[in-house]
């Protein structure tokens, strides 16, 4: 069952500010940065870098009307996030599950200052729900011996 982000929080503290730290990858107050993930009418991936941002107890993203990544959260739902690895040891997060468009006029106008972008005002809010979450670290990272260690987080 999908979770919001205040419950993954919740569930797993530590997980969660390692998270939220590398989606922030400038600092907590500069802009959320990573790639998403969607499915193609014709099943085949697509991957559209974005802004994303955790706010009110949930993981957010605006997205243009006309885009790609729109149709097929529209469509499909389904979403995988991955946040731009760490300079010096490429470690990671990723979380995938479904993506809910929100129609609420007042909280999409509140979202706009979450934002360090300017949104326009036709563009769309998706909130993404947790289903799995994955951290990678690397033992000896960039080394011969290097190795992936992983936590994983299932809602």
């Known amino acids: 069952m999908p979770i919001h982000w205040s419950e993954f929080e919740a569930r797993e503290p530590e997980l969660a500010e390692t998270s939220r730290r590398l989606l922030y990858p400038i600092g907590p107050t500069g802009p959320g940065l990573g790639f998403l993930a969607t499915t193609r009418a014709d099943g085949g991936p697509r991957v559209h870098p974005v802004c994303p941002a955790v706010r009110e107890g949930g993981l957010y993203v605006f997205v243009l009307p006309r885009s790609p990544k729109r149709r097929d959260l529209e469509r499909d739902g389904r ?7 760490a300079e010096k040891d490429d470690e990671s997060f990723y979380c995938a599950g479904p993506a809910v468009a929100i129609t609420d006029r007042a909280t999409c106008e509140r979202a706009k200052t979450w934002f ?11 909130e993404l729900l947790l289903e799995r979450v994955l951290h990678t670290t690397w033992h ?6 290097t190795r992936p260690v992983y936590r994983r987080f299932r809602a």
């Open 116 to 126: 360090t972008y300017n949104v326009k005002s036709d563009e769309v809010l998706f």
């Open 140 to 145: 000896h990272a960039r080394q011969p011996d």
């Open 79 to 85: 979403y995988a996030l991955h946040g731009y690895p």
